[in-house]
């Protein structure tokens, strides 16, 4: 079974806990061979996917960066991130238990002390289009990279009090792993969302609060970049668009990252991140049992 998940460039959190995290729980369970895929982490269930491959869906998510993928029996669906994706794929809501990286809680057992007061991670491409290092440093807040290797991200999580994040997934590992969590609504509308699906998963209501762009290409983004091809357009721009305005825009941005970590944390209950958490336990060990691999034992 070959795993899949997006491979961006740069890296980032979200996508690489995949290679982080399932050789921990399934050891042995991988390889090349692609007559059957494995759709973990990530919105990833798209509608290019070979209809020769048997898809293994555990805890992958759509998001309408493609068209819906059409299900068929060349589907197994262990479940899906929330029940925005399961009704949009049309399966049972109930599969939406919640995404797969709910289960690092099965894998982290060392947690290290509390370095950072407030924390802030962006999405992978506002590293690339924004001023994210330097705006923290003048708020304030720590800088945590979702390009920099998954246990480096892990542990600046862990050592956080609370985490501003525009990344997903760093709302959802902090969820995961008990560290109070500030939603930053995502510059790009086509990330936003998916939020959604993976937070009614686990019964939160979401308010993610509005984020200032740091920089003039980051302003353009979120008022013209709400699809791929515009926002490639904009970033042919972007120096040009980078250095309109950039001491507004940086003062802004650090002005709107001091009140977001300043706002309420939010938290999912303990119940419904263990209920999420065991049944996907349970649903590990039934797919260990069908596809000849070897669980991790919890």
Avoid at 42 to 64: M, P, T
Avoid at 204 to 232: C, D, H, I, V, Y
Wanted: glycine share 8%.
């Amino acid at each position: 079974m070959k795993m899949y998940y997006f491979k961006g460039s740069p890296p980032n959190f979200g996508d690489e806990l995949n290679q982080w995290l399932w050789p921990r729980l399934l050891p042995g369970f991988f390889d090349k061979q692609e007559d059957r895929i494995f759709l973990g982490i990530g919105s990833i269930l798209f509608d290019f996917h070979s209809s020769a491959s048997r898809k293994i869906v555990f805890g992958a998510g759509y998001a309408g960066y493609t068209s819906p993928p059409r299900i068929d029996e060349s589907w197994d669906i262990y479940f899906v991130r929330g029940p925005i994706t399961a009704r949009t794929i049309g399966v049972d809501e109930a599969l939406g238990v919640g995404d797969a990286a709910i289960l690092l809680r099965s894998c982290i057992d060392v947690r290290p002390p509390k370095r950072f007061k407030a924390s802030f991670m962006p999405h992978w491409e506002s590293i690339c289009n924004g001023e994210w290092a330097a705006v923290c440093a003048d708020a304030g807040l720590h800088f945590i990279n979702p390009c920099a290797p998954v246990e480096t991200v892990l542990d600046e999580i862990l050592a956080s009090e609370v985490v501003v994040t525009e990344a997903m997934h760093g709302a959802i590992v902090a969820d995961a792993l008990r560290v109070p969590w500030v939603p930053a609504r995502p510059i790009q509308a086509q990330h936003r969302h998916k939020w959604f699906d993976w937070a009614g998963a686990l019964q939160l209501k979401l308010q993610p609060l509005a984020l200032s762009p740091s920089n003039g290409l980051e302003a353009a983004m979120s008022l013209l970049g709400g699809t791929r091809k515009s926002a490639e357009r904009l970033r042919r721009r972007g120096q040009i668009l980078k250095s309109v305005a950039a001491p507004y825009f940086h003062e802004s941005a650090a002005a709107s990252l001091r009140c977001l970590a300043d706002a309420g944390p939010s938290l999912s209950s303990d119940i419904a991140i263990e209920r999420a958490h065991q049944i996907m336990l349970e649903q590990l060990e039934v797919l260990s049992r069908c596809h000849g691999g070897t669980a991790y034992a919890h």
